[in-house]
């Protein structure tokens, strides 16, 4: 099926590990957004691109990195594991400012 | 700056009454808005938006919304609940300025129907 594909869906680091979240979508949207979501906190943007080659920061950018070298993949970097990155890590799509997002099903991180 | 309050934490109500989940939002310029249901352990699924036009918005699963621009609010509505709506609904809005391309969530409401 079409849509957001999020991998892993659960990973347990130890602090200062790294690790990479890969995201990738088939419906050729330009934008393309990384979430976190942290209980009675809603989500809170990392990250977000509107095209290969472009990214900015979002409202809590700290800890993270990406790269969009395809429309496809937006993959969410974590260098140095810390607990205050214990959380559930969303990746969605958009293509114009009048659509929806489409979510990805999520990655559960804890940093012990 | 845009924004979204969602003033209450949970909403419980009996299996077959209407159900209301509030949603305020702050912009500068026009809203884009947005309704986003989540279930247990699963992402966001879209529910419905307002761009422009008809005040009242329907959606899917019998869900509908009413954007008043006075009271700058945009609450979700079903008029009889099923317990299967049982979840976390999101609210979120987009600044219509030229350039902006994120949606501000805001901090979900958890709903309860009671069978």
């Known amino acids: 099926n079409a849509g957001v594909t999020q991998t892993p869906k659960f990973r347990i680091l130890k602090i200062g590990q790294s690790m990479t979240l890969q995201c990738t979508q088939d419906m050729n949207h330009n934008y393309m957004y990384w979430y976190r979501q942290d209980p009675g906190m809603g989500l809170k943007l990392i990250y977000y691109s509107v095209g290969a080659g472009i990214t900015d920061k979002g409202e809590v950018p700290n800890g993270y990195n990406v790269s969009r070298s395809t429309t496809e993949d937006f993959p969410l970097r974590l260098e140095l594991a810390a607990p205050s990155q214990t959380s559930v890590y969303f990746c969605a799509s958009g293509y114009t400012e009048h659509y929806g997002y489409t979510f990805g099903s999520g990655t559960r991180l804890t940093v012990v | 700056a845009q924004s979204v309050a969602q003033p209450e934490d949970q909403v419980n109500v009996a299996e077959g009454n209407p159900l209301t989940v509030k949603c305020t939002y702050s912009?500068?310029?026009?809203?884009?808005l947005f309704w986003y249901v989540q279930y247990p352990n699963r992402g966001l699924q879209f529910l419905l938006k307002?761009?422009?036009?008809?005040?009242l918005v329907k959606g899917s699963y019998g869900f509908e919304a009413e954007f008043n621009k006075s009271q700058t609010s945009f609450h979700l509505k079903k008029p009889s609940a099923l317990v299967s709506d049982s979840a976390l609904y999101f609210c979120?809005?987009?600044?219509?300025?030229?350039?902006?391309?994120?949606?501000?969530f805001g901090k979900g409401n958890q709903v309860v129907v009671i069978p």
């Open positions: 979120a809005v987009r600044d219509r300025a030229r350039g902006n391309n994120r949606l501000a």
């Open positions: 912009v500068s310029g026009n809203p884009y």
């Open positions: 307002y761009i422009t036009g008809d005040n």
